[in-house]
């Protein structure tokens, strides 16, 4: 799979948009983008993934650049539970295997 | 539907001691993957079950084992505890669907004194 790279800290105001970047250079034709998020003391949760037209869902909006070699995670409104460390991950679809390597994430803090 | 369910939330042991986690899959997904979480090293693989069989291994030594049952639940079995397997224990679940989406449980704390 390929590696990404994405900022370790981003601040947002409540109610405004996070917009959260992730740079995957390496990203092969058959790999997928997915964006976890995991709130301290829980498991990670499954946010949006994408391979390269954008998306969208109840939770986020998934844009990815047309070489597809980075990618942004839109929350459009955040709130103080949107509070966490996301993880942009990059990696084959329907390979047959589940793992999932996590690199550091960025902790998104969302303020008053 | 209820999602991924592990138990017990909690535990403390002491080193040489053993330990079993255990992890309910989310109704009808037959892939039950574990890891190991801790603050240095992150999120890393243990092990996946599908359908009762291991299909992956991560890079961790015997002492670290599991197993799958029928119903798709799964163990995870850590012997000889060492101070450094003090982490939190992750099982997520997937249908193996197209796009394979892993479901995760809250977490297993496991602390070795």
């Known amino acids: 799979d390929a590696k990404t790279t994405q900022p370790p800290s981003m601040d947002c105001a409540e109610g405004r948009a996070a917009n959260l970047p992730c740079n995957h250079s390496t990203i092969s034709g058959n790999e997928y983008v997915y964006w976890y998020r995991q709130i301290h003391s829980q498991g990670p949760q499954y946010i949006i993934h994408?391979?390269?037209n954008n998306e969208t869902n109840e939770m986020a909006s998934l844009i990815i650049t047309e070489d597809r070699k980075s990618s942004t995670l839109i929350l459009p409104h955040a709130t103080l539970r949107d509070t966490a460390v996301y993880y942009c991950?990059?990696?084959?679809?329907?390979?047959?295997?589940?793992?999932?390597?996590f690199g550091k994430g960025t902790m998104l803090l969302v303020s008053p | 539907k209820a999602g991924v369910t592990q138990t017990p939330r909690y535990l403390i042991k002491t080193r040489g001691q053993q330990v079993t986690l255990s992890c309910s899959p989310i109704?009808?997904?037959?892939?039950v993957s574990w890891y190991q979480q801790t603050p240095g090293q992150g999120l890393q693989f243990l092990f996946e079950?599908?359908?009762?069989?291991?299909?992956n291994k991560g890079n961790f030594p015997g002492r670290f084992s599991g197993r799958q049952f029928s119903n798709s639940r799964s163990e995870m079995n850590v012997s000889t505890l060492e101070l450094g397997d003090s982490a939190l224990y992750l099982c997520a679940s997937s249908f193996q669907g197209l796009t394979d989406i892993q479901y995760f449980g809250a977490g297993t704390r496991l602390s070795v004194l």
């Open positions: 994408g391979l390269k």
């Open positions: 991950i990059v990696r084959v679809a329907n390979s047959g295997y589940s793992t999932l390597t």
């Open positions: 109704s009808g997904h037959r892939s």
């Open positions: 079950y599908f359908s009762e069989t291991q299909r």
